[in-house]
């Protein structure tokens, strides 16, 4: 063999030691014979030829780094490490020996003796990447994200295109709570690598944290682009869609995960709480029963025992709580469930028995006195209720229900007003923005004769719930203070909701005797102006078959609605029309910009021109006119026609040629909403639109109204 060949190996290999000329050859073949027995996994006869050379010169030390490494895959970390040790003593102050004991001792799981080593590396190279590298890993495994900052900057510095290291960085920053740094730091990884995928969910997971629900679902679904059948991260997206009360998507992610997964518990729980969101009982049920079958635990028997109630199921709704109670006997919970469920059946002896059982295992049970005294004041005996009443508030006084219950109950009565008042005010104080507590307190003043403060009291109510009760109530103090006009709206409201209430309706037919029809006109004017002006939101999917002068079409997709202004439409993709959104925030755009041409001048009109309020006619000065069994009204260039009949518009007619007809309407959230609406764009664009899933008022991101450089966010 050319000793000119092995010469350079070793010098490599072994680092610059010197052997006496007697023994070179024989060193340098002992240590090849090692090489080549360490390659075909013979470390017995590695060791045996690695030990020959430090037997042949004990100057040798590189070789004992080989020698660690062979005892470390024997499993003799003992005799490892004093090679390690050896090395060290000798070649302590090499920068290579100092990385590979860093290395080494963490093989070992000696990290904080490797963080030192590599310490000590850049002791002798401030700027070596493998230390600096290792350090910034080192820290980031050890939860020292501060630390580890320091060193993933440095990396950064001298690899200014290393996406990993940008991940790692965000993550670290996310640790300490800086959450905007570590957005930034992932999405530069992002940029770096558009591949990095584990980037995007930690991303959404980031967006989640900062309340940018959309944010975090349009990452997920970036995620899902490159691992489309990754289990845990659909689970998440559906999550996500969830919590946006998107159940649609939600269910459909679920049930994609659930043909990847059949039977995952996690899928069929979040299938049930959709079916639970639907109040489809029976299908809410057959899920949780499915996850019964695997595992019976007292909480998904209580859960399973309010579906059956739901479902008018109480002999098995009570069935499954005693089962719970069997397996955890010592859970007052579980009693008072079965109390409710009893209750729900008015079998009220058996409900008290149970509340009382309940009482046992917990003497401070607050909602039990609560419903003992419900079932009490059902069954006639106030005093005993009251007394329910009194004792829940007593160990809670902070129990706002409680104090609401008593304190109407005595305004119902007619007695102890003052203390009524009391009461009520006491649960305000918690609770300022509950509806029913104001109504309340409205009908305390009602019953005192202080029919001002009542009428305060109680407008604020009806403005925060539609509740059959508060317009009532509101309707009796309007009639009180004479204003009979107020009266019809107030009753009318109630009766939508309630139509049942031959009480109200009574009051309402003695109302429209006393009206002459300019009031009327103008007061079911104000109603429809209150009502859509509380609207805040609104999302519904939508189909629209329309015509033109030239073409034909139809299509169908979503549209969102953000008061003042914000307008976003999303046309689905068909055979004829591609996938495009519409969005108007303070001017129209339209992505992709390439279909910006294909959208007819007088539709983008519309958008530049849209007023879906009703807020011009909340004016004394509109011109008023009527026909046959429709109401006319003109502010300023906008006539709306309504049906004296129902109630309900039935047109909206713009001077710019624009005008709206309303065929049909569905009853929903208490509000009447327009389904089936004929548009006719100044003669050359008309059509029919049909609307569905309307969903009013919901929470809406305004990130869902952006595009920046015509790219939707």
């Not at 109407?408 to 029913?436: D, F, T, V």
Request: proline share 3%; charged share 25%.
């Amino acid at each position: 063999m050319n000793k000119k060949f092995i010469t350079i190996v070793s010098v490599i290999i072994l680092g610059p030691f010197t052997i006496s000329n007697a023994f070179q050859d024989q060193a340098y073949l002992a240590y090849l014979r090692g090489l080549l027995a360490l390659q075909s996994g013979n470390l017995a006869a590695a060791k045996e030829e690695y030990n020959r050379v430090l037997e042949i010169d004990k100057n040798a030390v590189p070789v004992y780094r080989d020698l660690a490494y062979v005892y470390w895959q024997s499993g003799d970390r003992e005799k490892a490490l004093d090679s390690a040790l050896k090395l060290k003593e000798q070649y302590g102050d090499n920068l290579n020996t100092q990385l590979f004991l860093g290395s080494f001792y963490m093989m070992l799981g000696r990290s904080n003796n490797a963080r030192e080593a590599w310490e000590n590396a850049l002791k002798i190279d401030a700027n070596n990447e493998t230390a600096i590298l290792y350090l910034a890993a080192y820290h980031s495994a050890n939860n020292n994200p501060k630390e580890s900052i320091i060193y993933w900057d440095k990396y950064i510095q001298q690899k200014p295109d290393s996406a990993e290291s940008y991940y790692h960085r965000g993550m670290a920053f996310e640790k300490l709570g800086q959450l905007e740094k570590a957005t930034q730091s992932l999405e530069k990884t992002i940029s770096l690598k558009p591949e990095s995928y584990e980037a995007y969910f930690a991303l959404a997971q980031l967006y989640e944290k900062q309340e940018r629900l959309y944010d975090a679902i349009r990452e997920c679904e970036k995620y899902l682009s490159f691992v489309p059948d990754n289990v845990m991260i659909l689970l998440y997206l559906g999550g996500l869609y969830y919590k946006t009360k998107n159940f649609a998507s939600a269910e459909e992610i679920f049930k994609k995960a659930d043909k990847i997964n059949p039977n995952d518990s996690s899928v069929i729980f979040w299938l049930g709480l959709l079916a639970e969101e639907k109040k489809d009982w029976p299908q809410a049920i057959e899920y949780f029963e499915t996850l019964r079958e695997n595992d019976e635990t007292p909480m998904l028997l209580a859960r399973l025992s309010y579906y059956y109630s739901l479902n008018n199921q109480f002999p098995k709704a009570i069935e499954y709580l005693k089962r719970a109670i069997e397996l955890e006997p010592k859970n007052p919970n579980f009693y008072y469930l079965i109390g409710l469920a009893y209750d729900d059946m008015k079998n009220y002896g058996l409900a008290e028995q149970n509340f009382k059982e309940a009482l046992k295992v917990k003497p401070d049970f607050t909602e039990v006195f609560f419903n003992l005294g419900v079932i009490s004041d059902k069954q006639g005996k106030f005093e005993d209720a009251a007394a329910y009443f009194e004792k829940s508030v007593e160990i809670d006084p902070k129990f706002a229900r409680a104090l609401n219950y008593l304190g109407y109950s005595y305004a119902e009565k007619g007695i102890k007003l003052e203390r009524a008042e009391e009461l009520i005010r006491k649960a305000l104080e918690i609770e300022p923005e509950n509806a029913s507590y104001l109504d309340s307190l409205g009908w305390v003043y009602f019953k005192q004769n202080k029919f001002d403060q009542a009428e305060k009291y109680l407008e604020q109510a009806s403005n925060l719930m539609s509740d059959p009760v508060i317009w009532a109530h509101l309707g009796d103090t309007k009639i009180k203070l004479d204003k009979k006009a107020q009266a019809w709206e107030a009753y009318t409201n109630s009766i939508e909701i309630q139509p049942k209430n031959y009480e109200v309706k009574n009051k309402l037919k003695e109302i429209k005797k006393d009206l002459n029809e300019s009031d009327l006109q103008r007061a079911m004017l104000h109603r429809i102006v209150h009502t859509y002006e509380n609207i805040k939101s609104f999302k519904c999917s939508f189909f629209i078959k329309a015509e033109a002068d030239s073409f034909n079409f139809e299509f169908s997709g979503t549209a969102i609605y953000l008061k003042p202004e914000l307008v976003r439409i999303d046309v689905s993709a068909g055979i004829f029309s591609p996938q495009m959104t519409i969005i108007y925030n303070k001017d129209l755009k339209i992505s992709p910009r390439a279909l910006d041409q294909d959208i007819p001048a007088e539709v983008k009109e519309v958008f530049i021109n849209h007023q879906l309020s009703l807020e011009e006619f909340n004016s004394q000065n509109i011109e008023l006119s009527k026909k046959g069994r429709y109401f006319y009204y003109k502010a300023g260039n906008k006539i709306l026609k309504i049906d004296k009949k129902t109630s309900l518009p039935k047109g909206l007619t713009i001077q710019n040629g624009v005008s709206i007809t309303i065929s049909d309407y569905v009853y929903k959230d208490n509000i009447h909403i327009p389904f089936n609406v004929n548009f006719f764009l100044k003669g050359k664009f008309r059509g029919r639109m049909l609307l569905s899933d309307f969903e009013p008022n919901k929470t809406l991101d305004s990130s869902l109204f952006r595009i920046e450089n015509n790219t939707l966010k």
